[in-house]
């Protein structure tokens, strides 16, 4: 009897993608690819010839190149490192001011309170009762410098 299904069905098996076809045609060299093989297989057919003149004024141009580089990343370099140092020398004085702000409230304390009245807390500060000192994390600024 004959098969009346679907005859022209293809299953993963027979299908052939354009990667497949690639890999199994086999065409003919570029002009580039046979001048590489001539040269690693060394024959006297081509050899190449350098002209130093031109080459010395490429590897000129690449020091050249190569150095204004250098020189942006180090101008990058000390810009960041100004940053760090303006951002360090702005905390310092925050610490500074806080420090001061924080003296200032405990002499007033101490001088306007009654006998019996408990000064309030200060961040910084050892109270009598406590007897002991809040911890306060400083942080460093300035990276490597």
Known sequence: MKRESLLNLKTCREIVTGMDIARGKRSAPTMFQKMRRIVSQGTG????????????????????????????????????????????????????????????????????????????????AVTEAEGRRIKVRRLRYGGRS
């Open 45 to 124: 057919e081509f050899t190449p010839h350098v002209n130093e003149a031109t080459l010395a004024v490429e590897m000129d141009k690449e020091r050249r190149r190569f150095g204004r580089r250098y020189q942006k990343v180090e101008r990058a370099a000390a810009k960041i490192l100004g940053f760090r140092r303006k951002l360090a020398a702005t905390h310092e004085k925050n610490r500074r001011i806080m420090d001061l702000r924080i003296d200032l409230q405990r002499q007033y304390w101490e001088n306007t309170r009654p006998a019996g009245l408990k000064a309030p807390c200060l961040a910084g």
